[in-house]
């Protein structure tokens, strides 16, 4: 006969309890471990409140000691939507429902424990939840908005955001995108300086250029392309390139690295560039 330990975590465990749970079940001998996916309580406070059987960005605050971050945006390729049946409404849908998303988890995050939290919006209603579980940063992880529209990007970073990216956009795109999510801050009655800034590009480094060329064509990418949409060239040339955007306000770079079995590239960019940026 095998025997599996099965948990209920909802009941009144925190990810490092049953981490320890599950690590003895496995030195013990026992067959498996398994876990039940309910969300609240049969009985008691139920706090520290339920791990999901998933993965939800507070669970995972607590699994890395309060390192997660959390970037949320409308979707745009439509395409996966379409593969995997997820609707894909329009784009004002898509903004107006992120509005409220973004409403509802900074809401969860930051209802203090024993209260509860309600809302009542055009796509979701909440009422009485715990709120639980909650991460491990207080009073939350930092929320990430990005892109570079105009208007309602600009508008939801203002008022939600911690971190403001914009993504393989050009330097001068980069620094209107900029310039209007500080207006929005204005406009909103909040410090532009709150915000933290940031810039997302595709990075190809090479030594030399013909190291640059063999890195571009492996992720079947022109040159001059990446030079002019993205990070490309020697050390020397990203690191002029970032000292722009940081004069344009970004304090953090996202470097895009499309081929994942090059790590000579990740070697050459801590060892060239990093030290120059940092």
Same mark, same amino acid.
Request: hydrophobic share 40%; charged share 20%; net charge negative.
């Given at each position: 006969?095998?025997?599996?330990?099965?948990?209920?975590?909802?009941?009144?465990?925190?990810?490092?309890?049953? !981490?320890?749970?599950?690590?003895?079940?496995? @030195?013990?001998?026992?067959? *498996?471990?398994?876990?039940? #996916?309910? +969300?609240?309580?049969?009985?008691?406070?139920?706090?520290?409140?339920?791990?999901?059987?998933?993965?939800?960005?507070?669970?995972?605050?607590?699994?890395?000691?309060?390192?997660?971050?959390?970037?949320?945006?409308?979707?745009?390729?439509?395409?996966?939507?379409?593969?995997?049946?997820?609707?894909?409404?329009?784009?004002?849908?898509?903004?107006?429902?992120?509005?409220?998303?973004?409403?509802?988890?900074?809401?969860?995050?930051?209802?203090?424990?024993?209260?509860?939290?309600?809302?009542?919006?055009?796509?979701?209603?909440?009422?009485?939840?715990?709120?639980?579980?909650?991460?491990?940063?207080?009073?939350?992880?930092?929320? !990430?908005?990005?892109?570079?529209?105009?208007? @309602?990007?600009?508008?939801? *970073?203002?008022?939600?955001? #911690?971190? +403001?990216?914009?993504?393989?956009?050009?330097?001068?795109?980069?620094?209107?995108?900029?310039?209007?999510?500080?207006?929005?801050?204005?406009?909103a009655g909040r410090d532009p300086g709150s915000l933290r800034y940031s810039a997302a590009q595709t990075v190809c480094c090479g030594r030399d250029e013909a190291e640059v060329a063999r890195r571009a064509q492996a992720i079947g990418e022109p040159v001059d392309d990446l030079r002019?949409?993205?990070?490309?060239?020697?050390?020397?040339?990203?690191?002029?390139?970032?000292?722009?955007?940081?004069?344009?306000?970004?304090?953090?770079?996202?470097?895009?690295?499309?081929?994942?079995?090059?790590?000579?590239?990740?070697?050459?960019?801590?060892?060239?560039?990093?030290?120059?940026?940092?």
């Open positions: 006969m095998e025997l599996r330990i099965f948990t209920e975590p909802q009941e009144g465990a925190d990810y490092a309890t049953l !981490l320890s749970v599950a690590q003895a079940t496995e @030195r013990l001998g026992f067959d *498996a471990f398994f876990r039940s #996916d309910h +969300y609240l309580t049969m009985s008691g406070s139920g706090l520290p409140g339920p791990t999901d059987a998933w993965i939800t960005v507070a669970q995972v605050d607590q699994m890395s000691g309060g390192r997660a971050e959390l970037g949320l945006g409308t979707g745009w390729f439509d395409a996966e939507h379409t593969a995997y049946g997820i609707p894909f409404p329009p784009v004002g849908e898509r903004f107006a429902r992120l509005e409220e998303q973004l409403e509802i988890i900074i809401g969860l995050w930051e209802t203090p424990a024993g209260e509860t939290f309600s809302f009542d919006g055009t796509y979701y209603t909440l009422s009485g939840s715990p709120a639980l579980p909650k991460p491990a940063q207080r009073p939350r992880p930092p929320v !990430l908005v990005g892109g570079d529209g105009p208007t @309602r990007t600009p508008r939801l *970073a203002a008022r939600f955001a #911690d971190e +403001y990216n914009v993504p393989f956009a050009t330097l001068e795109a980069t620094v209107a995108a900029f310039g209007r999510v500080r207006e929005a801050c204005r406009a002019h949409g993205g990070l490309a060239g020697s050390p020397a040339e990203i690191v002029d390139k970032l000292g722009r955007f940081a004069e344009a306000g970004a304090t953090r770079a996202y470097l895009q690295v499309l081929d994942l079995h090059d790590l000579d590239h990740l070697e050459l960019i801590a060892a060239d560039v990093m030290p120059q940026v940092g």
